[in-house]
């Protein structure tokens, strides 16, 4: 049972336009949300999070949107750089207190293209 | 900044054979996990080491295949025993805590397994 799913495995954008990944869950006890970006050969590192309290967050060129009645959030990258191609992992957790237990998504290879 | 540090980063291993994975923290954590990511899935969370007891394994793991220590705040090991090719993956060191802040979770760069 996939209680977070990223239904694109990749993306391409060009430079200097809008990235938007796309996030499901399933389970209603999540209520804090992380993005995660990967490199190759690198372990994940932390992007932005949003809590269930709130449907926007904002830092620098990330923007995490949370539609709680429709279980989905989504990572808006703006403007897209090179430097951004990465595999973006989606996970959540329920309590955020409990940001160590998280459920993953299963990423987005994104390719961003000069 | 506080840095992760795992160890084999790869290493190709024979069917039947265990091998240990080395997480070492240059900073103490309070909480240390351990997650596994198989070719093409998302990261599954094996266990959380537990300073000073028997770690604490999610479903569908078990102490047998994939012991765990912790013997202090800033080290832990995961062995993965008795391998096969099922068990060639990416696992991955994380923690919680101290300089790294209490509700981001943050991984070392990870030790690729390939078993034949």
């Known amino acids: 049972d996939q209680q977070v799913k990223q239904n694109s495995p990749s993306l391409s954008v060009q430079e200097g336009r809008i990235s938007i990944l796309n996030c499901d869950y399933t389970?209603?006890?999540?209520?804090?949300f992380l993005w995660y970006k990967k490199y190759p050969a690198e372990g994940p590192t932390f992007l932005i999070s949003i809590s269930s309290i709130k449907d926007k967050n904002e830092d620098g060129r990330f923007t995490v949107f949370l539609n709680k009645s429709a279980k989905h959030l989504s990572l808006h990258i703006v403007p897209s750089q090179p430097g951004d191609s990465a595999v973006y992992f989606c996970?959540?957790?329920?309590?955020?207190?409990?940001?160590?237990?998280?459920?993953f998504g299963e990423g987005t290879q994104l390719t961003v293209n000069p | 900044s506080a840095v992760i540090s795992q160890k084999p980063s790869r290493d190709i291993c024979q069917r039947g054979t265990s091998l240990t994975i080395q997480c070492q923290v240059d900073s103490q954590v309070t909480m240390m996990f351990w997650y596994r990511q198989q070719p093409g899935q998302s990261l599954t969370l094996i266990a959380t080491a537990n300073q000073g007891s028997e770690a604490t394994y999610e479903s569908g793991f078990v102490i047998d295949k994939f012991p765990i220590s912790r013997p202090n705040l800033t080290f832990s090991t995961l062995t993965v025993s008795n391998m096969s090719p099922e068990d060639s993956s990416i696992y991955l060191c994380?923690?919680?805590?101290?300089?790294?802040?209490?509700?981001?979770?943050?991984f070392g760069a990870g030790s690729r397994l390939t078993v034949l």
């Open positions: 996970a959540a957790s329920a309590g955020e207190t409990s940001g160590s237990r998280l459920t």
């Open positions: 389970n209603s006890m999540f209520d804090y």
């Open positions: 994380s923690v919680v805590g101290g300089v790294f802040g209490a509700n981001v979770l943050t």
